[in-house]
């Protein structure tokens, strides 16, 4: 099955700057990279995802890199906002369709 | 609108009890998954199904049990077996049994004293 790590678990930026959480997985099969973002006492949504025909995608001040070789994908957050706190997930499914989720990072923006 | 309701939000039950959390989907799903999370933690699957009469056990499953009987609806028992059920529990679904987005409901935090 699959092996998921997530760092940094915790990540303090200042407000305006960047924030990269980097996930890494085991099984070279896998084809689907999201990543999730879960407010406190609600369930975590879908922020963006990437397939692994491509190496990067952005949306907005959201991107997500894959490095399919080094099987890791990063989430990078730029010019960070107060609402960007949070606690984020990647969940990089494996072959028999369960879903397996990092440790998450609790990631907080100081003003 | 679509979506994934939980009900009740916040549960309270006696040790040694069973509860039945709740968990529908009008979103036409065919998969449906129960997860566990603890303060601070991840989320562990506990159960998921990928079609009506059918389900398999996650990473933390003893303890628990499902049923499938209808394809908006899957229902997640807390048995007595269960060592430390207290935690927020999050029902999520997805399209198909192949890899896409899971879209999830807002949770049922049970405690048991």
């Known amino acids: 099955g699959e092996n998921v790590e997530q760092h940094p678990s915790t990540l303090s930026v200042q407000e305006g700057d960047s924030a990269v959480i980097k996930c890494t997985y085991s099984d070279s099969a896998s084809n689907y990279f999201p990543w999730y973002k879960q407010e406190l006492g609600k369930g975590p949504q879908l922020i963006i995802d990437?397939?692994?025909?491509?190496g990067e995608k952005k949306d907005q001040r959201i991107a997500v890199t894959l490095n399919k070789t080094a099987k890791h994908f990063s989430l990078h957050i730029t010019e960070t906002q107060p609402e960007d706190s949070a606690v984020y997930f990647c969940?990089?499914?494996?072959?028999?369709?369960?879903?397996?989720f990092g440790s998450g990072t609790r990631l907080s923006i100081r003003p | 609108d679509g979506g994934i309701t939980q009900s009740p939000k916040y549960l309270f039950r006696k040790e040694g009890q069973n509860v039945t959390l709740s968990c529908e989907q009008n979103l036409n799903h065919d998969a449906m998954y129960w997860y566990r999370q603890d303060p601070g933690q991840g989320l562990r699957l506990i159960y998921y199904s990928q079609i009506v009469n059918d389900f398999q056990k996650g990473d933390i499953a003893e303890g628990y049990s499902v049923s499938r009987e209808k394809k908006e609806s899957f229902p997640l028992t807390v048995t007595s077996a269960q060592k430390n059920p207290t935690a927020f529990y999050l029902c999520?679904?997805?399209?198909?049994?192949?890899?896409?987005?899971?879209?999830f409901g807002p949770g049922t935090r049970l405690t048991v004293t």
């Open positions: 999520a679904s997805t399209p198909g049994t192949g890899v896409s987005e899971q879209y």
């Open positions: 969940a990089p499914p494996d072959p028999s369709s369960k879903i397996i």
């Open positions: 990437i397939r692994s025909n491509v």
